[in-house]
Protein backbone atom coordinates (compact mmCIF):
# COMPACT_ATOMS: atom_id res chain seq x y z
CA UNK A 1 0.00 0.00 0.00
CA UNK A 2 1.10 3.34 -0.90
CA UNK A 3 -0.11 6.69 1.49
CA UNK A 4 -0.21 10.30 0.46
CA UNK A 5 -0.75 13.34 2.28
CA UNK A 6 -1.33 16.53 0.08
CA UNK A 7 -0.67 20.05 1.72
CA UNK A 8 0.15 23.45 0.79
CA UNK A 9 -3.40 24.51 -0.80
CA UNK A 10 -4.98 27.48 0.66
CA UNK A 11 -6.33 30.92 -0.22
CA UNK A 12 -4.53 33.10 -2.38
CA UNK A 13 -5.22 36.25 -4.77
CA UNK A 14 -4.90 36.19 -8.53
CA UNK A 15 -1.09 35.95 -9.64
CA UNK A 16 0.29 35.00 -6.59
CA UNK A 17 2.01 31.62 -6.23
CA UNK A 18 1.38 28.76 -3.91
CA UNK A 19 3.51 25.28 -3.72
CA UNK A 20 1.52 21.58 -2.95
CA UNK A 21 3.51 19.31 -1.22
CA UNK A 22 2.46 15.64 -1.59
CA UNK A 23 4.10 13.48 0.87
CA UNK A 24 4.47 9.51 0.12
CA UNK A 25 4.71 6.52 2.35
CA UNK A 26 4.59 2.50 2.06
CA UNK A 27 5.62 0.54 -0.40
CA UNK A 28 6.76 3.93 -2.58
CA UNK A 29 9.75 1.77 -4.24
CA UNK A 30 6.82 0.62 -6.62
CA UNK A 31 5.36 3.29 -7.72
CA UNK A 32 6.50 4.57 -11.05
CA UNK A 33 3.84 7.20 -12.17
CA UNK A 34 2.61 10.39 -9.72
CA UNK A 35 0.48 13.45 -10.74
CA UNK A 36 -1.83 16.03 -9.87
CA UNK A 37 -5.00 16.27 -10.80
CA UNK A 38 -7.86 18.72 -9.37
CA UNK A 39 -11.12 18.52 -9.71
CA UNK A 40 -14.23 21.55 -9.88
CA UNK A 41 -17.35 21.03 -7.83
CA UNK A 42 -19.81 18.59 -10.23
CA UNK A 43 -16.83 17.89 -12.49
CA UNK A 44 -14.49 14.93 -13.30
CA UNK A 45 -11.04 15.00 -12.26
CA UNK A 46 -8.50 16.62 -14.95
CA UNK A 47 -4.96 15.59 -14.57
CA UNK A 48 -2.92 18.67 -14.89
CA UNK A 49 0.88 17.55 -14.33
CA UNK A 50 2.71 14.20 -13.84
CA UNK A 51 5.92 12.45 -13.65
CA UNK A 52 7.51 9.33 -13.96
CA UNK A 53 9.26 9.41 -10.95
CA UNK A 54 11.58 6.55 -12.09
CA UNK A 55 12.88 8.92 -14.74
CA UNK A 56 13.04 12.61 -15.63
CA UNK A 57 10.17 12.82 -18.01
CA UNK A 58 7.28 15.01 -16.71
CA UNK A 59 4.16 16.30 -18.52
CA UNK A 60 1.90 19.51 -18.06
CA UNK A 61 -1.34 19.57 -19.18
CA UNK A 62 -2.20 22.36 -21.85
CA UNK A 63 -4.51 24.36 -19.09
CA UNK A 64 -1.10 24.98 -17.44
CA UNK A 65 1.49 25.33 -18.90
CA UNK A 66 4.33 27.57 -18.40
CA UNK A 67 2.80 28.16 -14.98
CA UNK A 68 2.56 25.06 -13.09
CA UNK A 69 5.66 22.62 -12.40
CA UNK A 70 5.85 19.40 -11.55
CA UNK A 71 8.92 17.76 -9.06
CA UNK A 72 9.95 14.87 -7.12
CA UNK A 73 12.44 14.34 -4.53
CA UNK A 74 13.57 10.84 -4.24
CA UNK A 75 15.25 11.44 -1.11
CA UNK A 76 12.03 13.12 0.72
CA UNK A 77 9.61 10.63 -1.36
CA UNK A 78 7.41 13.86 -1.82
CA UNK A 79 5.78 15.19 -4.80
CA UNK A 80 5.37 18.82 -5.50
CA UNK A 81 3.74 21.29 -7.51
CA UNK A 82 4.79 24.76 -8.23
CA UNK A 83 1.89 26.78 -9.34
CA UNK A 84 2.80 30.31 -10.21
CA UNK A 85 0.46 33.45 -11.90
CA UNK A 86 -3.05 31.91 -10.11
CA UNK A 87 -6.13 32.49 -11.88
CA UNK A 88 -9.60 31.96 -10.76
CA UNK A 89 -9.86 29.14 -12.76
CA UNK A 90 -7.37 27.47 -10.77
CA UNK A 91 -10.01 27.49 -7.59
CA UNK A 92 -10.38 23.81 -7.45
CA UNK A 93 -9.68 20.83 -4.95
CA UNK A 94 -6.11 19.24 -5.98
CA UNK A 95 -5.26 15.71 -5.59
CA UNK A 96 -2.18 13.88 -5.81
CA UNK A 97 -2.28 10.24 -7.07
CA UNK A 98 0.56 7.31 -7.60
CA UNK A 99 0.22 4.52 -9.68
CA UNK A 100 2.27 1.16 -10.04
CA UNK A 101 3.86 0.16 -13.20
CA UNK A 102 2.26 -0.57 -16.30
CA UNK A 103 2.90 -0.68 -20.22
CA UNK A 104 0.32 0.85 -21.19
CA UNK A 105 -0.33 3.98 -18.88
CA UNK A 106 -2.58 6.15 -19.89
CA UNK A 107 -1.14 9.46 -17.89
CA UNK A 108 -4.02 11.75 -17.79
CA UNK A 109 -6.86 8.66 -16.97
CA UNK A 110 -7.44 9.06 -13.27
CA UNK A 111 -8.70 5.36 -13.52
CA UNK A 112 -5.07 4.43 -14.15
CA UNK A 113 -3.78 5.45 -10.65
CA UNK A 114 -4.13 3.25 -7.76
CA UNK A 115 -3.92 5.77 -4.56
CA UNK A 116 -5.02 8.82 -4.34
CA UNK A 117 -4.75 11.63 -1.56
CA UNK A 118 -7.32 13.16 0.27
CA UNK A 119 -6.98 16.64 -1.75
CA UNK A 120 -6.22 20.02 -0.52
CA UNK A 121 -8.15 22.95 -1.74
CA UNK A 122 -6.98 25.91 -3.49
CA UNK A 123 -8.95 29.27 -3.68
CA UNK A 124 -7.88 31.73 -6.00
CA UNK A 125 -9.78 35.16 -5.42
CA UNK A 126 -9.54 38.65 -7.21
Known amino acids: QVQLVESGGGSVQAGRSLRLSCASSGSTDRVYYMGWFRQYPGKEREGIAM????????FRADSVSGRFFISYDNAKNTLYLQMNDLKLEDTAMYYC???????????????????WGRGTQVTVSS
Open 97 to 115: AAALYNPHFSKWNPTEYQY
Open 51 to 58: AFIKSELK
